[in-house]
């Protein structure tokens, strides 16, 4: 009999529900078929079974600047936290629980993160705290991110509490489109940005990791507003099917070189990078398509551009294009991004150009180690030394290889 097991009466495996257990269970059980309004309310409930009160749930906003609280009945009434200089931040960038002791008790600040993709934060104040709760509470918050994220395929509920600003319907498109900001697992990490957030266009990206393979592809369509969101629509879109159907590179900028010419003439075009990475041997392979050369970081600084042969722009009708390839040591990052990153102007008038880029990328690579920080700290530093100002799309992606352990 093993340790988790007791013996029943009649000499049988005792199969009661425990109390955490039973707690989660409630969880699952109950939030399975609630509609998505009711959901907060259900963790408050099971959280205060616990002995825990003042419980709220905060969801990271659309530029990731704040984390703003759900409203419902049992949940903790209070103010968007900034994600900078807050404990809740703290614990959002960090991905990890903080704990602030209070003269009634404990604060405790919990990641809600679904693969690697920081839904937003549970807090909640208890009398006090040990690792019985640590554990529940942990698996609390990776069960109520999991339900966050399924749920809000069919709301708009956390749409409406994570927007602070109006959203164009170019960029509304282009959200729609996008995976999750972030993918976390023991081989391979993955973080993105977006700016301007609540007006980009015409840049996005698409992953998949299949296998022992990930997949990802960089796209900036021409053009500005709804022209350039249904572009990059098509292109993503046709980048997908291609994938889908296990073609190789070349194949698939010929599938979507195909796609966007014959939707929108051969005046119109998108460059493009798309990638492979055997994230069981660390085995990089890609073809760039008129898109800005990626960056290798390595040793947290930038150690190289990889550059290579590029055929013409998606749409273009380009020659097929020769594919580059990399052998990664482990911790190795690829940062691909779009030119509205280094044609900005910065404060002094100056094209921003990748020389700034790079020096940027170093100082914050020895600051903050963990991929989903850099990637938000790069986009707000990068915005911030432009003076502010995107006036065009101006896109991020950061790919780590952990290795093959």
């Given at each position: 009999m093993t340790g988790g097991e007791r013996q029943g009466s009649g000499g049988g495996t005792d199969r009661s529900e425990g109390f955490s257990e039973e707690l989660l269970g409630a969880l699952l059980d109950r939030g399975h078929e609630l509609p998505p309004h009711l959901l907060g309310p259900l963790v408050a409930q099971q959280v205060c079974r616990l002995g825990g009160r003042e419980t709220s749930v905060f969801l990271q906003d659309y530029g990731q600047v704040w984390l703003v609280p759900l409203v419902g009945d049992g949940l903790a009434a209070g103010e968007p936290q900034p994600i900078d200089g807050s404990d809740a931040g703290r614990a959002f960038q960090e991905a990890h629980p903080v704990e602030v002791p209070q003269a009634n008790g404990v604060r405790v600040y919990l990641p809600l993160l679904d693969g690697g993709d920081q839904v937003g934060i549970l807090a909640v104040t208890l009398d006090g705290i040990d690792d019985d709760d640590r554990r529940l509470l942990r698996r609390i918050a990776a069960?109520?991110?999991?339900?966050?994220?399924?749920?809000?395929?069919?709301?708009?509920?956390?749409?409406?509490?994570?927007?602070?600003?109006?959203?164009?319907?170019?960029?509304?498109?282009?959200?729609?489109?996008?995976?999750?900001?972030?993918?976390?697992?023991?081989?391979?990490?993955?973080?993105?940005?977006?700016?301007?957030?609540?007006?980009?266009?015409?840049?996005?990206?698409?992953?998949?990791?299949?296998?022992?393979?990930?997949?990802?592809?960089m796209i900036d369509a021409m053009g500005h507003g709804l022209d350039a969101a249904t572009m990059a629509t098509v292109a993503i879109g046709a980048y997908r099917h291609a994938r889908r159907i296990s073609v190789g590179l070349a194949e698939i900028y010929a599938f979507m070189d195909r796609a966007v010419a014959e939707q929108f003439g051969p005046d119109h075009f998108v460059t493009a990078q798309m990638m492979r990475l055997d994230t069981a041997t660390g085995r990089l392979q890609w073809v760039n398509a008129g898109h800005p050369a990626p960056l290798l970081i390595r040793g947290h600084r930038v150690v190289r551009r990889l550059r290579g042969p590029t055929t013409l722009p998606v749409g273009f009708g380009g020659h097929e294009p020769r594919i580059s390839e990399l052998a990664l040591d482990p911790g190795d990052r690829i940062m691909c991004?779009?030119?509205?990153?280094?044609e900005e102007r910065d404060v002094g008038g100056e094209e921003f150009g990748e020389e700034q880029l790079i020096g940027w990328v170093d100082r914050i690579e020895r600051t903050t180690y963990e991929i989903r920080a850099v990637a938000r700290s790069l986009s707000h530093t990068l915005k911030r030394a432009r003076g502010g100002i995107t006036t065009d799309d101006a896109t991020l992606l950061l790919i780590e290889w952990r290795g093959a352990g």
């Open positions: 069960l109520v991110a999991d339900m966050l994220v399924t749920k809000h395929g069919y709301t708009d509920l956390f749409f409406r509490v994570r927007r602070r600003e109006p959203m164009s319907v170019a960029a509304e498109i282009q959200w729609s489109l996008l995976p999750p900001l972030a993918m976390s697992t023991p081989r391979v990490m993955l973080a993105g940005m977006l700016e301007p957030t609540y007006d980009v266009a015409g840049d996005s990206f698409d992953y998949a990791l299949n296998g022992d393979v990930l997949h990802v592809a991004f779009t030119d509205g990153l280094i």
